[in-house]
Nanobody, 114 residues
Framework: VQLQASGGGLVQAGGSLRLSCAAS????????MGWYRQAPGKQRELVAT???????NYADSVKGRFTISRDNAENTVYLQMNSLKPEDTAVYYC?????????WGQGTLVTVSS
């Protein structure tokens, strides 16, 4: 199983980015999918998760600005990030729970300039 994340980049404060993460390989059952991030010198933290039925959960710091969604037919999870702030700068990682085992993507860098 592989998770391929994309969509990171450099954006000014107040701007938007959309991250994508596609799962491929021997996939029989994807349960939760989610996004985490790790800023320099900090621990990895949860950003948002979504169940296969569409229930979502967000970190307080991104509520109202970020939206997580998924396409079950394409085994893909998305993160729409609006009103970005410099403190959102981090490497963003996708994660998927597949047949009760967790898999991580390679990370994509998001840099928000002030």
């Amino acid at each position: 199983v592989q998770l391929q994340a994309s969509g990171g980049g450099l954006v000014q404060a107040g701007g938007s980015l959309r991250l994508s993460c596609a799962a491929s390989g021997s996939i029989f059952n994807i349960n939760d999918m989610g996004w985490y991030r790790q800023a320099p010198g900090k621990q990895r933290e949860l950003v948002a998760t979504i169940t296969k039925f569409g229930s979502t959960n967000y970190a307080d710091s991104v509520k109202g600005r970020f939206t997580i969604s998924r396409d079950n037919a394409e085994n893909t999870v998305y993160l729409q990030m609006n009103s970005l702030k410099p403190e959102d700068t981090a490497v963003y990682y996708c994660r998927a729970l597949i047949s009760l085992r967790g898999y991580w993507g390679q990370g994509t860098l998001v840099t928000v300039s002030s």
